[in-house]
């Protein structure tokens, strides 16, 4: 493939938020919640019964329009419940049901910096990324024992909504221990990732979940640098997990079962005008039906990318790796006092071999 023809995926640019709706958070991190007839409620779930929004000198919950006053220090109190204070924390930047409906239709949907800045800060320096590439990686621990922001994003309750909502259960667990996707700048000769479908709509998985059924598994992808085509963003066919077929074989020069990796013999995978590339901000959840076609970007900037990748699959799904040993790791680590009831019960219910 010639020079002019290389990287000439479509962008979609997905904006930075111009302000997030808010959750109300007790002390173990349940959510208060209300109900269509304004009962109120405590709930582990993000749903649109507890998202609300900051108006003048108080809080409004956005689906009944009913409104609490704020305090000193931004804290709620809400009178006769049996939790009398909540922290005000950020919350997406849209309603759960509208993001649902995108990812019904589109097969993808993006929760455009859904993770705060100190999250993110905190995730960028345990991947030894952006401010931090200077630091040296530790690698002799899970990922996800390297800090609480770990967890804690593991747990991000919008996202597991949407997943759960998506795939019709509330049995769900990790296919594999969250990790790092750290893409070093391209230097032209290192193996590059082909066009595939993710665990388990692969030929490894030797076609048990077909593609035409209900899905089993969706991809959360956490921008934890900001994906820029140029940075080497993950690029996309949205829409072909729809398509009962794998990627096309021009799409993969070298074959269909290996990586593509020698260039000069084989040239690149598919870059062309056919393919889609997410652009989003750090702080980002990208989640997308694993069925989608995808490969890694070509990261041309001079700084390394990072993202936090984490399969999500129905619970009668076999897990690619097992979760247990590093789920151990983790109780034993400073990380997990860092997460509150409701986030640790969450991890534990994905990566639990038991659970």
Not at 284 to 300: K, Q, V
Not at 303 to 329: C, D, I, N, P, W
Request: aromatic share 8%.
């Amino acid at each position: 493939m010639s020079e002019q023809g290389r990287f000439q995926e479509r962008a979609v640019k997905v904006p930075r938020p111009k302000r997030h709706f808010r959750f109300l958070v007790a002390a173990d991190g349940k959510m208060l919640a209300m109900n269509s007839e304004g009962l109120l409620e405590l709930s582990e779930q993000a749903d649109d019964r507890v998202i609300w929004d900051r108006v003048r000198g108080g809080i409004r919950h956005v689906a009944t329009g009913k409104v609490f006053p704020r305090g000193a220090n931004d804290a709620v109190r809400i009178p006769n419940f049996s939790v009398k204070s909540f922290r005000v924390a950020r919350g997406p930047e849209k309603l759960p049901s509208e993001y649902l409906a995108t990812l019904r239709r589109e097969g993808w949907v993006c929760l455009a910096c859904i993770l705060t800045s100190e999250t993110v800060d905190e995730l960028q320096r345990a991947a030894c990324t952006d401010a931090y590439e200077h630091l040296e990686f530790n690698d002799t621990v899970p990922r996800i024992s390297l800090h609480s922001s770990v967890g804690k994003t593991v747990a991000e309750p919008v996202s597991l909504w949407l997943i759960r909502e998506y795939m019709g259960t509330q049995d769900v667990r990790v296919g594999h221990p969250p990790g790092f996707a750290v893409l070093s700048p391209d230097d032209g000769k290192r193996r590059v990732q082909r066009w595939h479908s993710d665990f388990p709509y692969n030929a490894a998985n030797g076609g048990e979940y077909k593609r035409t059924a209900p899905p089993v598994a969706v991809q959360r992808n956490v921008c934890i640098s900001d994906f820029t085509k140029f940075r080497g963003a993950t690029a996309f066919k949205l829409g072909s997990h729809a398509v009962d077929a794998d990627p096309p074989s021009d799409w993969n020069p070298a074959n269909n079962e290996g990586e593509p990796y020698d260039r000069e013999v084989h040239g690149l995978p598919y870059t062309g005008p056919d393919a889609d590339v997410l652009e989003a901000p750090a702080g980002s959840i990208i989640l997308y039906d694993a069925r989608t076609w995808h490969r890694a970007g070509f990261n041309r900037s001079n700084h390394k990318r990072a993202a936090m990748l984490q399969a999500m699959l129905a619970g009668r799904v076999k897990r690619k790796r097992e979760t247990s040993f590093a789920y151990e790791k983790f109780l034993a680590s400073p990380a997990c006092g860092g997460l509150n009831a409701r986030e640790q019960g969450e991890v534990r219910r994905l990566m639990a071999a038991n659970a």
